[in-house]
Structure formats: structure tokens, C-alpha cells
């Protein structure tokens, strides 16, 4: 059985533009979630999807910051414009039960 | 918020050697859970505790949740080269919180061989 998959797994863009991250869930898994870690600090919740709706966003930082879940399968999360505080590692989770999560390898942001 | 203050931050121990870290916090929770995190890779769920002072072990690695429920610990023994990565713990609040949980800062193994 596939894992969560994200992608891309690095991306290096210049403090402005715009990045949109991708996560693709364990087929069968109606929840997906979005975590960030920032260097050397825990990892942080940003939202959760239910299907295709969101659940809780309460961990979005601004409204730079945009998910979406199209159909309720794979998950996008796209920051425009990108600021330099974005950097991190950005991890995506789904799940049948509620705490047990499965991460997706992760997609490393570096803003510059 | 809630937070969680795991320790240590990081440990250098030798092949072999028992390893114990731990995780507090000032709210409760009704799950912890520990993970482990290899480089390059997403979070690795080892250990998923249920009920307060409940023990479960997988292999060398053994979990307990307090009686408060409001801390847990994590020994790994005998350790071996693969143990290195980052441990976190995390708590799961229960309730309309569902999949959002709150992770320790980590613990970085480095096993010396």
C-alpha cells in the first residue's frame, strides 16, 4: 500500500513568489492533514481536511497561506507571496482514526 | 496554547547503552503518541498510549502514560546504530480537536557505534 506522498520534496524560491505544495493520502483515508515544523522547534498543526472540507484551520499562520483538497483526494497548499519566516518542512498526514496519523516524507521550503 | 517540553533535546550515547527521554505538559491529554523521525523522511508512529498509566512496549522500545495524563516517557533499550533520528512525542487532546496533535520540540539519538 503507497504511503502519503508529497511533492515536491525541496523548493527554493526568493521572498515573494509563490510556491504550492502538494500531498497525495493513503488512498481510503478521508482525513489529511497540513504540519509544519520550523528549524528546531516542533512540528505544528495547520489544518485539517475532511474529505474535501476543511475541518480546522486553526493553525494557519496568515492568508498568505491557502489549502485546498479538490474532490477530496490529493490536497494542495500554496503560499503567495512567500516571506522568509515560511521556511520549513512542510508535512502532510492522513488518517482513518483521529490521532493515528501517517506523514508524508515532507516538502523542505527554503525562501531566500 | 498547549505545549509540550520534551527532554532532553539531544543525546549522544554508546551502542548498546538504555536511552530515556520524556515529554510534560501543563494540559491533558487523552492519547500520547511517540514518533520517530529518520533523516529525510516524514514522522514514523512507534508507540500510541490510551489510558492513563497504561505501559506498552514494541520491541526494544517501551512507553508509558502518566497517571496525570499529563506527561509520558519513552526508554529504548539496548540501543542499536538504526535508532538514530528524531524522537517526538505528541498528545492528542481528544474531543473536536479529532487529528490535531501537539508535538515536543524532539529528541536528536546520535548512537555511537
Known amino acids: 500500500e503507497a504511503g502519503v506522498t508529497q511533492f515536491p520534496s525541496h523548493s527554493v524560491i526568493e521572498k515573494g513568489q509563490t510556491v504550492t505544495l502538494r500531498c497525495d493520502p493513503i488512498s481510503g483515508h478521508d482525513n489529511l492533514y497540513w504540519y509544519r515544523r520550523v528549524m528546531g522547534k516542533e512540528i505544528k498543526f495547520l489544518l485539517h481536511?475532511?474529505?474535501?472540507?476543511?475541518?480546522?484551520e486553526s493553525g494557519m499562520p496568515n492568508n498568505r497561506f491557502l489549502a485546498e483538497r479538490t474532490g477530496g483526494t490529493y490536497s494542495t497548499l500554496k503560499v503567495q507571496p512567500a516571506e522568509l519566516e515560511d521556511s520549513g518542512v512542510y508535512f502532510c498526514?492522513?488518517?482513518?482514526?483521529?490521532?493515528?496519523?501517517?506523514f508524508g516524507s515532507g516538502t523542505q521550503l527554503s525562501v531566500l | 496554547g498547549q505545549q509540550l517540553n520534551q527532554s532532553p533535546q539531544s543525546m549522544f550515547i554508546q551502542e548498546g547503552e538504555d536511552v530515556s527521554m520524556n515529554c510534560t505538559s501543563s494540559?491533558?491529554?487523552?492519547?500520547w503518541l511517540w514518533y520517530k523521525q529518520d533523516p529525510g523522511e516524514g514522522p514514523v508512529l512507534l508507540i500510541a498510549?490510551?489510558?492513563?498509566?497504561e505501559l506498552t512496549s514494541n520491541g526494544r522500545l517501551t512507553a508509558q502514560f502518566g497517571i496525570t495524563r499529563k506527561d509520558s516517557f519513552l526508554n529504548i533499550s539496548a540501543s542499536i546504530p538504526s535508532d538514530v533520528g528524531i524522537y517526538f512525542c505528541a498528545g492528542h487532546a481528544g474531543g473536536t480537536s479529532y487529528g490535531k496533535l501537539t508535538f515536543g520540540q524532539g529528541t536528536i539519538l546520535t548512537v555511537h557505534p
Open positions: 481536511f475532511v474529505k474535501e472540507s476543511k475541518q480546522d
Open positions: 494540559s491533558i491529554f487523552n492519547t
Open positions: 498526514a492522513s488518517s482513518q482514526r483521529p490521532e493515528k496519523l501517517f
Open positions: 498510549l490510551y489510558k492513563a498509566g
